[in-house]
């Protein structure tokens, strides 16, 4: 079952508020995300890179668990300072849904979260390293997809960052790997 931009935002900024004991990592170079399954919620796991405002290196979505109200995924975000009342979730950048593929099997499918929506600009196979870049200069979002054709999306953000930025997986095997940070 496919969620709405809102739901998978709303279900991300879940993940990283619910998340207890979460690793610091100062100098990540590869990462390995393996949560798998749980029969009542998504399993979950972090990393936090405080102090960061650049992350670059490859990802490989290796497999996933799909269940009632979930979508295994994986994601390097943030959180924005959105003002009580407002619907915004604050989780933005870099969203890996493993989603069906119409023609048959799965797909990673690789989205721009920002200002409380979800934008897809990228598709892979499950299993294939994709090289990715996330940056947050003042107020604005890029994210990069890809090494030999790289596609590139920027989001002016309403609010600003704060915090950390995130790896995370729910539901997912997820390898990252020649990790960068500026």
Same mark, same amino acid.
């Given at each position: 079952?496919?969620?709405? #931009?809102?739901?998978? !935002?709303?279900?991300?900024?879940?993940?990283?508020?619910?998340?207890?004991?979460?690793?610091?990592?100062?100098?990540?170079?590869?990462?390995? !995300?393996?949560?798998?399954?749980?029969?009542?919620? #998504?399993?979950?796991?972090?990393?936090?890179? #405080?102090?960061?405002?650049?992350?670059?290196?490859?990802?490989?979505?290796?497999?996933?668990?799909?269940?009632?109200?979930?979508?295994?995924?994986?994601?390097?975000?943030?959180?924005?300072?959105? #003002?009580?009342?407002?619907?915004? !979730?604050? !989780?933005?950048?870099?969203?890996?849904?493993?989603?069906?593929?119409?023609?048959?099997?799965?797909?990673?499918?690789?989205?721009?979260?920002?200002?409380?929506?979800?934008?897809?600009?990228?598709?892979?196979?499950?299993?294939?390293?994709?090289?990715?870049?996330?940056?947050?200069?003042?107020?604005?979002?890029?994210?990069?997809?890809?090494?030999?054709?790289?596609?590139?999306?920027?989001?002016?953000?309403?609010?600003?960052?704060?915090?950390?930025?995130?790896?995370?997986?729910?539901?997912?095997?997820?390898?990252?790997?020649?990790?960068?940070?500026?």
């Amino acid at each position: 079952m496919l969620q709405s #931009p809102a739901v998978r !935002c709303a279900a991300a900024a879940l993940m990283l508020a619910t998340t207890a004991a979460p690793a610091v990592a100062n100098a990540v170079d590869n990462w390995a !995300c393996a949560t798998g399954s749980r029969s009542d919620a #998504p399993a979950k796991d972090w990393v936090a890179l #405080p102090g960061v405002h650049a992350v670059s290196g490859h990802i490989r979505f290796i497999e996933g668990t799909s269940g009632p109200g979930w979508q295994p995924h994986a994601a390097i975000t943030l959180r924005t300072a959105v #003002p009580p009342g407002e619907e915004d !979730c604050g !989780c933005t950048g870099l969203m890996a849904f493993l989603i069906p593929d119409p023609d048959g099997g799965l797909k990673v499918q690789y989205e721009v979260h920002g200002n409380g929506g979800g934008e897809p600009f990228a598709q892979a196979r499950p299993a294939v390293a994709i090289t990715f870049r996330v940056s947050v200069t003042d107020d604005l979002l890029s994210v990069s997809i890809g090494q030999t054709d790289p596609v590139t999306k920027s989001v002016k953000l309403r609010y600003p960052p704060t915090g950390s930025l995130f790896l995370t997986c729910t539901s997912a095997n997820v390898v990252f790997f020649d990790i960068r940070t500026e």
